[in-house]
């Protein structure tokens, strides 16, 4: 059976630490197979997309 991980990143007014966050899970040894992104209001909106997953089959 494979572990797979799973991260859920909560963001609020988009996030002032947002692009660090990222980064910081880029640099992960292990990346997450899935994040989760979960804005918590404010009046900006943002869209992550997944750039920390690590390749299907890794």
Do not use: F, K, N, Y
Not at 22 to 30: D, E, H, M
């Amino acid at each position: 059976m494979q572990t797979i991980v799973t991260t859920v990143l909560v963001a609020r007014q988009g996030g002032d630490w947002l692009d660090q966050t990222l980064a910081a899970l880029r640099g992960q040894t292990r990346r997450p197979d899935r994040l989760v992104a979960v804005a918590a209001g404010g009046e900006t909106a943002w869209r992550a997309s997944s750039p920390t997953a690590a390749p299907s089959g890794s």
